[in-house]
T-cell receptor, first 115, second 113 residues
Framework: GAGVSQSPRYKVAKRGQDVALRCDPI?????LFWYQQALGQGPEFLTY????????KSGLPSDRFFAERPEGSVSTLKIQRTQQEDSAVYLC?????????????FGPGTRLTVT | GENVEQHPSTLSVQEGDSAVIKCTYS??????FPWYKQELGKRPQLIID?????GEKKDQRIAVTLNKTAKHFSLHITETQPEDSAVYFC????????????FGTGTKLQVIP
């Protein structure tokens, strides 16, 4: 079946612009995660949804970052007033349930470049 | 929170040799340790995982060992092949109600034909 998809794959934004990144998880997956991956680094946790509920947003770096998953499926990560340090690959992952035994399936990521 | 350290950051081996990547974690309550392989420009993909109730797990040429007392775990790849070249990330999952996973900083493995 279809895996996790993300759009756009690449985004170039001028500093100060707002951006919206979309994640389509695997159908039926309860858990959804957003990660930020800087060049040469491992993914860093941003936020977690269980269905439509955002249970953990402790990794969001500032109040310019906002995520939602209103119907428990598609999720959007929004970054307001982008800054150069926001340049990174933003990865979305989903898993079937909430058990720690469930594999997280990653999307291809959105590479954001802020100029 | 959890802190995962990974070594080495780069590793070059001759084809056919073994490769070992080591990680340490800080939270003794962590109980799940996945390893991901990420090829250039691609998404991370799970290659093997281990839970805290076992000390070793093997899948063909890949094995992972876990020492809970010392809080470290390792990935072993035997008979390396050029297609093993990628960045490998270890990770640890904190115990709790959901699966927050903390990743290491990655090891870039190059297998020289």
């Amino acid at each position: 079946g279809a895996g996790v998809s993300q759009s756009p794959r690449y985004k170039v934004a001028k500093r100060g612009q707002d951006v919206a990144l979309r994640c389509d998880p695997i159908s039926g997956h309860v858990s959804l995660f957003w990660y930020q991956q800087a060049l040469g680094q491992g993914p860093e946790f941003l936020t977690y949804f269980q269905n439509e509920a955002q249970l953990d947003k402790s990794g969001l770096p500032s109040d310019r970052f906002f995520a939602e998953r209103p119907e428990g499926s598609v999720s959007t990560l929004k970054i307001q007033r982008t800054q150069q340090e926001d340049s990174a690959v933003y990865l979305c992952a989903s898993s079937l349930r909430t058990s720690g035994r469930d594999e997280q399936y990653f999307g291809p990521g959105t590479r954001l470049t802020v100029t | 929170g959890e802190n995962v350290e990974q070594h080495p950051s780069t590793l070059s081996v001759q084809e056919g040799d073994s490769a070992v990547i080591k990680c340490t974690y800080s939270d003794s309550a962590s109980n799940y340790f996945p390893w991901y392989k990420q090829e250039l420009g691609k998404r991370p993909q799970l290659i093997i995982d281990i839970r805290s109730n076992v000390g070793e797990k093997k899948d063909q040429r890949i094995a992972v060992t876990l020492n809970k007392t010392a809080k470290h775990f390792s990935l072993h790849i035997t008979e390396t092949q050029p297609e093993d070249s990628a960045v490998y990330f270890c990770a640890a999952k904190e115990s709790g109600g959901y699966q927050k996973v903390t990743f290491g900083t990655g090891t870039k493995l190059q297998v020289i034909p």
